[in-house]
């Protein structure tokens, strides 16, 4: 009975317990295979059974394996940043940025864009490192290996063990045009590479000290001028307030100076100035060339306009922004932004059946040869154990095999048989995991994706309770062959996240109080899905000894309708399953399958 969870994309830290399979020729070469074997044989009976879960359980003594797999695939997700109902997009949305600015790197360009609006004068300058657009794509691939064995004519047990393979792409692209942006590396450090970081600095320390000479020649000459019998002829009608403005102006802009594009000493600096040539880089030399002219009205010589610090070469690429995701310097100390495979066990599903209605009453010919209204319903009870690995905190585009949570899993199943050929079973799942106590990285926002690492903390955590409706309808056209179609409506609530920690302030990062609450934002989802697949059945042949291997084989070709409430993938999937019937116990019967 394997319950597989609402599929939440892995960024919004909802979690994710994917349900996985085969490839696409596999499954359409079942189908192809199974046709061939069934249309020459067209019998007018019913096995009632075909694909999909049921209401069934096995006789005492029997056994049922099941074995298959599913092959899902995701570029789009519903939902997310507020979205309505069936709202969709790409799956790369958390990692595409109209513009690199504080939004991207808060604590580095926060400072930094504060800074740079008072060296260019321009109260309203924006920080940008230009424009990112990312797509993505996710494949799970799953093998789910399931036994199930009649304890009693009306309890089965059954494990499922899934080895599960989880493939993400995502294709980043940096400013696509060459044009965005207004900063890029600073030249002086070693983040720009090339050859050129010592001509900077001695740029830095040129513009620097003669910023720190002038001003320190204007205060000496007020000093000179302010004394009884001062001798230089510049002392005439001196204008001390002005020039200790002047002076005073000149040092403010040594040290804005010296913060962002450094001093010429190794260390100093940020990370990132402006452009050459862009307007702030502009801005900043035409401040030292008015200030050079200014300084030359009181005959002071020693700032020449053309000191000025050292521009960014270029825009950032995608090297320059692997480095920033990457580099402990920027804060963020995570995975560069690429596409992981990942590969192991799924969540291992532990659970048992009772059916307590059974209006054939056990007969199995009765129910390959029903006639009216038959009724057939069970309920199931599980565990499932968390031995998927879970989210990786520092991994952005990773998909884990499983949800890593344990969890009690409840199922009622009731089947409807109509008449010969028509019958559909109505599946009601709940899961409910259980608290666990996972190490995430808590966002400023609810659709930050890139968290530093220094927010990176233990809290407590329950993942919401999911529902899901299932309603399998299918027809028999003869004893091996029927057509299903499958529709899935299923829903997550929130998740509960707790814990607050006071982070201490370090260096220029000021203190701040997270809030692990932040992380139910988004975590509600629900979603629409339909399929359509076929089967091929040997089980009534079987009972009437035409037939030497009691087997079933299904395929299902399945989509999303819609989805809203949170970050929902939107998927595509087929699925081949195969199961196969087996005596362990009990009466050498021939020609009983041992369903009920």
Request: with cysteine; hydrophobic share 40%; proline share 6%.
């Amino acid at each position: 009975m394997p319950l597989n969870d609402l599929r939440i994309h892995p960024t919004t830290r909802a979690g994710l317990a994917p349900a996985g399979v085969v490839l696409r020729s596999a499954a359409r070469g079942a189908v192809v295979a199974a046709l061939l074997v069934i249309l020459p044989a067209l019998l007018p009976a019913q096995p009632v059974l075909g694909g999909g879960d049921d209401a069934t359980v096995l006789r005492r003594g029997r056994a049922r394996i099941r074995v298959g797999g599913v092959l899902e695939s995701s570029s789009e997700r519903y939902g997310g940043r507020g979205g309505t109902l069936n709202q969709r997009e790409d799956i790369g949305a958390d990692a595409s940025f109209d513009s690199l600015g504080v939004n991207f790197l808060p604590d580095v360009l926060g400072p930094l864009q504060d800074t740079l609006r008072l060296l260019t004068g321009a109260p309203g300058y924006v920080a940008s490192l230009g424009r990112l657009r990312s797509s993505g794509r996710i494949d799970v691939q799953t093998i789910p290996l399931t036994a199930e064995y009649g304890v009693l004519d009306r309890l089965t047990l059954s494990l499922m063990i899934p080895y599960v393979r989880t493939r993400s792409t995502v294709n980043p692209v940096v400013n696509p045009t060459g044009t965005e942006g207004t900063l890029g590396f600073n030249p002086a450090t070693s983040f720009a590479g090339g050859t050129g970081a010592a001509t900077a600095a001695a740029r830095n320390l040129q513009a620097t000290r003669q910023l720190g000479t002038a001003a320190t020649e204007l205060r000496a000459l007020a000093t000179a001028c302010a004394a009884t019998g001062a001798t230089d002829p510049r002392c005439t009608n001196f204008p001390t307030a002005a020039a200790t403005a002047l002076a005073n102006e000149a040092a403010a802009l040594q040290s804005r100076i010296g913060y962002v594009y450094g001093t010429g000493t190794a260390g100093t600096g940020r990370p990132f100035v402006p452009i050459a040539g862009t307007a702030p880089q502009r801005a900043v030399e035409a401040q030292i060339a008015d200030l050079a002219r200014r300084f030359g009205t009181f005959q002071i010589t020693s700032l020449a306009p053309t000191s000025t610090p050292a521009g960014a070469t270029a825009r950032l690429g995608l090297a320059g922004l692997q480095t920033i995701l990457s580099d402990e310097t920027f804060g963020i100390a995570g995975d560069s932004l690429r596409g992981l495979v990942r590969s192991g066990s799924g969540d291992i599903e532990l659970a048992g059946t009772v059916q307590w209605l059974d209006t054939f009453r056990g007969d199995e010919r009765a129910r390959l040869a029903p006639t009216g209204l038959q009724l057939r319903s069970s309920i199931t009870a599980g565990y499932r154990f968390g031995t998927g690995s879970g989210d990786f905190p520092s991994f952005w585009f990773d998909v884990p095999t499983g949800s890593g949570v344990n969890a009690v899993l409840l199922r009622s199943a009731t089947d409807v048989i109509v008449g010969r050929r028509f019958w559909a079973s109505a599946i009601v799942r709940v899961v409910q995991p259980m608290a666990d106590r996972p190490i995430v990285r808590i966002p400023a926002t609810p659709d930050e994706l890139f968290v530093p690492a220094y927010r990176e903390a233990q809290i407590e955590r329950t993942l919401g309770r999911q529902l899901e409706l299932e309603l399998n309808p299918r027809y028999a056209f003869t004893d091996f062959f029927s057509v299903w179609g499958q529709y899935q409506l299923r829903s997550k609530q929130a998740d509960r996240n707790r814990g607050t920690f006071e982070l201490p302030a370090e260096g220029e990062l000021p203190a701040v109080t997270v809030d692990a609450s932040i992380l139910d934002v988004e975590s509600e989802a629900r979603e629409q899905r339909a399929g359509l697949g076929v089967s091929y059945s040997t089980l009534a042949a079987y009972t009437r000894g035409a037939s030497s291997l009691p087997l079933e084989v299904s395929w299902l070709y399945r989509r999303s309708l819609g989805g809203e409430g949170g970050q929902v993938l939107r998927t595509t999937s087929q699925q081949v399953m195969v199961r196969l019937y087996l005596r362990i116990l009990g009466e050498r019967t021939r020609n009983v399958t041992g369903v009920r």
